[in-house]
């Protein structure tokens, strides 16, 4: 009879997790679900990888084709903690705009591209990380000293880079923005194109994270400097397909191992040493698959 009762018990636990769709990914039946990435890289050794391709020190497409910066070695680390050696990661152009799209659609498996995390985005996919938490700060031309500080932008031309948050942060106020700062935009496209706009006085300034904005200053030096005022955290996240959470624990594994293995200051300095920036090599608080 107590047998009995414990398997009835069990059924009734087992029908539960199903109705609430507690199973795998991947255990539908008939196999139509489609696979986790993780399940994917370790059948198939390969990923295709969404990174920038315009941004120095961080993702940027060399003449011969590679691809280079401290977010292409993250994820080339990642990729091997998942199984998949360098061999086999194709990595894919992914733009602040199209990063959600191209992580819905399946036109890349995992994007590591300056891509913050937010409550925003969290609707729409989902973040493995932080691997680094930078802080938004300002370019400008070397020789122009009218913006010392954030609060120098009233008034003056700031690039607007399309699907980027940092813009909001400067313009916005809170919770979405941060400054609320009477500064007016000035669109582009990317990151380089705000550098280039900058570099030809079709604008003051660029805002965006200290990482990116060391990488174009030290790429062109004495051309731009970063006004060295920091404000807000900007937490770069892993972004895959929204409930992947079985990629999502085995990235949050691989990102602490690369820190505690000391490949994660190993990287920061091979990309950032010599840009003045103080780089910070404790591993970021995980912010959780949910
Ligand atoms: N990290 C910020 C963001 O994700 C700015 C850099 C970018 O757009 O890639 O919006």
Same mark, same amino acid.
């Given at each position: 009879?107590?047998?009995?009762?414990? /398997?009835?018990?069990?059924?009734?636990?087992?029908?539960?997790?199903?109705?609430?769709?507690?199973?795998?990914?991947?255990?539908?039946?008939?196999?139509?679900?489609?696979?986790?990435?993780?399940?994917?890289?370790?059948?198939?050794?390969?990923?295709? $990888?969404?990174?920038?391709?315009?941004?120095?020190?961080?993702? &940027?497409?060399?003449?011969?084709? =590679?691809?280079?910066?401290?977010?292409?070695?993250?994820?080339?680390?990642?990729?091997?903690?998942?199984?998949?050696?360098?061999?086999?990661?194709?990595?894919?152009?992914?733009?602040?705009?199209?990063?959600?799209?191209?992580?819905?659609?399946?036109?890349?498996?995992?994007?590591?591209?300056?891509?913050? $995390?937010?409550?925003?985005?969290?609707?729409?996919?989902?973040?493995?990380?932080?691997?680094?938490?930078?802080?938004?700060?300002?370019?400008?031309?070397?020789?122009?000293?009218?913006?010392?500080?954030?609060?120098? &932008?009233?008034?003056?031309?700031?690039?607007?880079?399309?699907?980027?948050?940092?813009?909001?942060?400067?313009?916005?106020?809170?919770?979405?923005?941060?400054?609320?700062?009477?500064?007016?935009?000035?669109?582009?496209?990317?990151?380089?194109?705000?550098?280039?706009?900058?570099?030809?006085?079709?604008?003051?300034?660029?805002?965006?994270?200290?990482? $990116? &904005?060391?990488?174009?200053?030290?790429?062109?030096?004495?051309?731009?400097?970063?006004?060295?005022?920091?404000?807000?955290?900007?937490?770069?996240?892993?972004?895959?397909?929204?409930?992947?959470?079985?990629?999502?624990?085995?990235?949050? /594994?691989?990102?602490?191992?690369?820190?505690?293995?000391? =490949?994660?200051?190993?990287?920061?300095?091979?990309?950032?040493?010599?840009?003045?920036?103080? &780089?910070?090599?404790?591993?970021?608080?995980?912010?959780?698959?949910?």
């Amino acid at each position: 009879m107590r047998v009995r009762q414990i /398997a009835v018990a069990a059924a009734a636990a087992a029908l539960a997790l199903t109705a609430a769709g507690c199973g795998s990914d991947t255990e539908a039946p008939g196999g139509s679900e489609a696979k986790s990435v993780l399940q994917k890289a370790k059948e198939s050794k390969k990923l295709v $990888i969404g990174v920038k391709f315009d941004q120095p020190a961080l993702g &940027l497409k060399k003449p011969d084709g =590679t691809v280079e910066g401290f977010d292409v070695d993250v994820a080339k680390y990642v990729a091997k903690e998942l199984g998949v050696p360098e061999s086999g990661v194709e990595f894919k152009e992914t733009t602040s705009a199209n990063r959600e799209a191209f992580i819905q659609s399946g036109q890349v498996d995992l994007v590591f591209a300056t891509y913050s $995390i937010t409550d925003e985005r969290k609707q729409k996919v989902t973040f493995g990380g932080p691997y680094y938490v930078a802080h938004q700060d300002t370019l400008v031309r070397a020789d122009d000293n009218s913006i010392k500080k954030a609060q120098d &932008l009233k008034d003056k031309k700031l690039c607007k880079a399309a699907g980027s948050n940092s813009y909001k942060r400067v313009i916005d106020p809170p919770p979405d923005g941060q400054l609320d700062i009477d500064a007016t935009p000035v669109d582009a496209s990317s990151y380089s194109e705000c550098v280039a706009k900058l570099k030809n006085k079709a604008l003051d300034a660029v805002t965006t994270d200290d990482l $990116i &904005l060391a990488g174009f200053a030290n790429q062109q030096k004495g051309t731009f400097k970063v006004v060295s005022d920091p404000f807000s955290d900007e937490k770069y996240g892993v972004g895959m397909k929204k409930g992947d959470t079985e990629t999502c624990n085995a990235v949050n /594994a691989a990102v602490t191992k690369m820190f505690e293995d000391g =490949t994660a200051k190993t990287l920061l300095e091979k990309h950032f040493d010599g840009t003045g920036l103080k &780089l910070d090599f404790e591993v970021p608080k995980a912010e959780g698959c949910a």
